[in-house]
């Protein structure tokens, strides 16, 4: 079982940084791959970006690639969202969801067996 707690969201202008963090339960956070979504209000979910369990391959949106960079500290149990030129489309509610063991393929959100609460992004222009 592995609960997560997404944290780092706010108001930011655009062209500005924001970094979310994805906090994890549990002692074996390292088997599991993590991905980001955001769903926006009135769209569907969508994925933003993925990271295999020790860190190894990193999987991007075409929209958020170059902009957005994703990590992990297995050690402290958290993977973190790393959010640069942040444009007007990019707000929404940001999720972090994890699977045990390597993907199959990140954008697919079923794939994932835990999700976070959410963590809202919004930017003004």
């Known amino acids: 079982q592995v609960q997560l707690v997404e944290s780092g969201g706010g108001l930011v202008q655009a062209g500005g940084s924001l970094r979310l963090s994805c906090a994890a339960s549990g002692r074996t956070f390292s088997m599991y791959a993590v991905g980001w979504f955001r769903q926006a209000p009135g769209k569907e979910r969508e994925f933003v970006a993925g990271?295999?369990?020790?860190?190894?391959?990193?999987y991007y949106a075409d929209s958020v690639a170059g902009r957005f960079t994703i990590s992990r500290d297995n050690a402290k149990n958290t993977v973190y969202l790393q959010m640069n030129s942040l444009k007007p489309e990019d707000p929404a509610v940001y999720y972090c969801a994890a699977r045990l063991g390597r993907f199959i393929e990140p954008s697919r959100a079923p794939d994932y067996s835990y999700w976070g609460q959410g963590t809202q992004v919004t930017v003004s222009s």
């Open positions: 990271i295999s369990p020790y860190g190894a391959n990193k």
